[in-house]
């Protein structure tokens, strides 16, 4: 009897994108971050962007005080809109934040 591998077709990524995110600072990362995150409330994909929240959860630095701690506070709310199916309040919040974020970082 012969076994059957299934494979799951691989979705084709964007070559410019693959290459802006290969080449991203850190402090770009982020900004591509915010942008996929609002991307995904778009498309109500809530799993992608809970992901995408997560992923920036994971990247504060708590030894930094209370900095890291007020936006582990927003993402968390930002989350729970998300879960919540508040979207567009999630938008606004992510739009917020990465307005702020590329300012301070002087990313154009």
């Known amino acids: 009897m012969q076994t059957q591998t299934y494979t799951t077709p691989k979705k084709s990524v964007d070559p410019y994108l693959k290459q802006k ?6 402090e770009q990362l982020t900004s591509i971050a915010f942008d996929i995150a609002i991307s995904a409330c778009h498309m109500n994909d809530t799993g992608k962007a809970n992901r995408v929240i ?4 994971s990247t504060l630095d708590f030894e930094q005080g209370d900095v890291a701690l ?3 506070e927003i993402y ?8 919540r199916g508040q979207t567009d309040t999630a938008i606004e919040l992510l739009k917020e934040l990465r ?3 590329n300012k301070a ?4």
Do not use: K
């Not at 997560?54 to 959860?57: A, V, Y």
């Not at 968390?76 to 879960?83: F, G, I, L, S």
């Not at 970082?105 to 154009?108: D, E, F, G, L, Q």
């Open 99 to 101: 307005e702020a974020w």
């Open 21 to 26: 995110i290969l080449s991203a600072t850190p």
């Open 54 to 57: 997560s992923e920036l959860i």
């Open 76 to 83: 968390r709310y930002v989350r729970q809109c998300v879960y």
């Open 105 to 108: 970082m002087n990313i154009v």
């Open 70 to 72: 007020r936006f582990f």
